[in-house]
């Protein structure tokens, strides 16, 4: 059985990440040796998405192109698990209306 709210769930954590890891990245570029944070995003058995934070081992330079890009694949996804979840709780209002 797919858990819609486990899984939009996941995915605004996953998009925070994201999100947090952009801001630091835009935060810290003229850092001098500023250590890049990436995110690495894996799917998770049952559905849903986890999120971590992988930080460059040697410093680079930050593209603030690719954090605009990032940023917006961030607002994207959180705003795509909120529907998600606003549609299950939707379905499941309506499934209560129809056997009340």
């Keep these: 059985m797919i858990d819609a709210l486990s899984i939009a769930r ?4 996953a998009a925070q990440v994201r999100l947090r890891n952009s801001a630091h990245n835009v935060a810290n570029v003229a850092t001098p040796d500023f250590k ?7 799917t998770q058995d049952g ?3 986890r999120a971590t ?8 330079e930050v593209s603030l192109a690719n ?5 917006s694949l961030a607002s994207f996804q959180y705003k795509a698990s909120v529907r998600v979840l606003a549609t299950e709780l939707d379905l499941k209002g309506s499934l209560l209306d129809a056997f009340a």
């Design 10 to 13: 996941s995915g605004m954590q």
């Design 53 to 60: 934070t992988l930080i460059d081992p040697e410093p680079r």
């Design 36 to 42: 890049n944070h990436r995110t690495l995003q894996e």
């Design 67 to 71: 954090e605009f890009v990032e940023r």
């Design 47 to 49: 559905g849903g998405s």
